[in-house]
């Protein structure tokens, strides 16, 4: 049977009233004005602030915020950091539940997944700041060096993370340990800000900014290398 226009403009109006529902209830899409990267970076440095010193807040951990964030997410920054127990972003930058979108990984390096992780936080969650996390004493980063200068190879699949970390080795082979840190860190910013086809096009917008940071074990304050 031939549709009419009238029935076939039922159908559409239909199905859009269908895809906005879809949408609506769809728990990974904010909701809420997202955060611009000046402001997430104030916050951030606020919280870490309060960490050195030992003002800590412990904000977002009450029974009624876990409540709250049942049906949504509404994170303010990607944190992308290492998997040293000694570094964990909630507490280093004093935050809480919900307010942070964290992949981690030793040497925090990436991969598809973390790519793709981050992309969901980018493109679904709509976080406007990535954040790479590199801290004092990274014993990836050390593995790394040590094997690459034996020309060894890391057992099992240690050896990806050497992979991953080598460019930063090779671009500071007569430094030291800390300088190659700082390198590995500035090498991810910078994977992340030519990523293809999502955060190229976001970060070149100006919708999404990509900045390295560094933790020191000793003092617990994190240094942001640029805020560009």
């Known amino acids: ?14 199905l859009l009233a269908a895809a906005q529902i879809a ?5 990974s899409h904010s909701d809420q004005p997202a955060v611009a990267p000046p402001e997430a970076i104030s916050k951030l440095k606020e919280g870490n602030g309060r ?10 951990q009450t029974t009624e915020r876990r409540t709250e964030l049942a049906k949504t997410q509404h994170p303010f920054a990607i944190i992308v950091s290492c998997s040293d127990s000694r570094v964990p972003p909630e507490i280093v930058f004093d935050q809480g539940l919900g307010d942070l979108f964290i992949f981690r990984v030793a040497g925090n390096v990436i991969d598809d997944h973390g790519l793709g992780s981050i992309e969901y936080g980018v493109d679904h969650l709509n976080v406007r700041l990535i954040v790479v996390l590199g801290h004092q004493s990274c014993g990836a980063v050390q593995a790394a060096k040590e094997t ?4 060894g190879k890391a057992p099992g699949h240690i050896e990806s993370l050497v992979t991953a970390i080598k460019p930063a080795v090779e671009a500071t082979v007569k430094d030291d340990l800390d300088t190659t840190i700082k390198a590995n860190v500035k090498h991810v910013v910078q994977a992340l800000r030519s990523s293809t086809p999502i955060l190229k096009a976001k970060v070149d917008s100006g919708a999404v900014q990509v900045i390295g940071s560094y933790y020191s074990l000793d003092t617990g304050a994190v240094t942001f290398f640029d805020e560009k």
């Open 1 to 14: 049977m031939k549709k009419t226009p009238l029935a076939s403009c039922f159908v559409a109006v239909s």
């Open 23 to 27: 949408f609506a209830a769809d728990p």
């Open 51 to 60: 960490y050195v010193s030992g003002n800590l807040q412990h904000p977002g």
């Open 148 to 151: 690459i200068a034996a020309q």
